[in-house]
């Protein structure tokens, strides 16, 4: 019995410790204790606050290569190029801070954009409209996200927060003006 055990037990072993080591990604490396545990040292708040603004900002900058390479209005084209580029430093720098605090950033379980049925062969125009619509939900709950955070007790949040929501604010204006 004890060497059924043996034989079971260590290959089982020698695959747990095995799997320590696949612990990446994307192109991050993250401790292995992070997979394993819940510790972080982010309160409630910072931890939604950095996981919810990633996967939203990761869906800004999908629709938007999607408008990007498939709008036909050049201002919406541009908007698109501005948002892209803009949410891709706010993720670099949301990630930076999830390292400090240990969240992991990115997380496995961001979700990939899925255009809604019909917009997946729309014209240009219908495409453009409904990249607009979404950007200002998108853009009005990450402000809202970056408010609250604005009064977090992390320092490093609160400043980055406070730093970054009068851009964000802006570009929602000039969203909201291509409507």
Same mark, same amino acid.
């Given at each position: ?5 043996? %034989?079971?037990?260590?290959?089982? +072993? ?10 990446? @990604? ?16 982010? #309160? ?14 990761? #869906? ?5 290569? @999607? ?10 084209? !541009? %908007? ?29 379980? @961001? !979700?990939?954009?899925? +255009? ?64």
């Amino acid at each position: 019995m004890n060497k059924k055990i043996a %034989l079971v037990g260590l290959p089982a +072993l020698a695959c747990v410790l095995s799997m320590s080591s696949c612990t990446t @990604v994307g192109e991050h490396k993250s401790s292995a204790e992070l997979y394993y545990t819940n510790y972080t040292k982010a #309160d409630t708040q910072e931890y939604e606050f950095l996981r919810e603004v990633y996967q939203l900002a990761n #869906d800004e900058i999908n629709f938007a290569d @999607v408008i990007a390479k498939r709008g036909a209005n050049t201002q919406v084209k !541009a %908007l698109a190029t501005n948002l892209s580029s803009e949410y891709k430093g706010i993720q670099t720098k949301l990630a930076e801070i999830g390292k400090n605090s240990d969240v992991l950033i990115p997380f496995a379980g @961001v !979700a990939p954009l899925a +255009l809604s049925e019909g917009l997946d062969s729309a014209q240009a125009n219908v495409l453009e409209k409904a990249f607009l619509e979404k950007s200002i939900h998108n853009q009005e709950v990450i402000i809202e996200h970056f408010e609250q955070a604005s009064r977090n007790t992390a320092v490093e949040v609160r400043h980055y927060a406070e730093e970054t929501l009068p851009k964000l604010e802006e570009q929602l204006e000039k969203t909201k003006g291509l409507l």
